[in-house]
């Protein structure tokens, strides 16, 4: 990550608000974030708030 010119996570929103046993980095050191449409309201404003860009799919 250090030498990456843009951090992505690409992760379904069911991933957000668990625990897991690693962490690969703090959501705030990344560029950008894409997820569903299902992510809540409230995540989406916290994640935005952190600076990271926040790109929504549906997949519906």
């Not at 569903?36 to 549906?58: F, H, I, Y």
């Amino acid at each position: 990550m250090s030498s990456a010119a843009t951090t992505v996570l690409l992760a379904d929103s069911t991933k957000y608000g668990t625990a897991s046993k690693f962490q690969v980095a703090p959501l705030e050191e990344l560029d950008v974030i894409i997820t569903d449409s299902e992510l809540s309201e409230d995540t989406r404003q916290r994640t935005e708030d952190l600076g990271v860009e926040l790109r929504l799919a549906d997949f519906g």
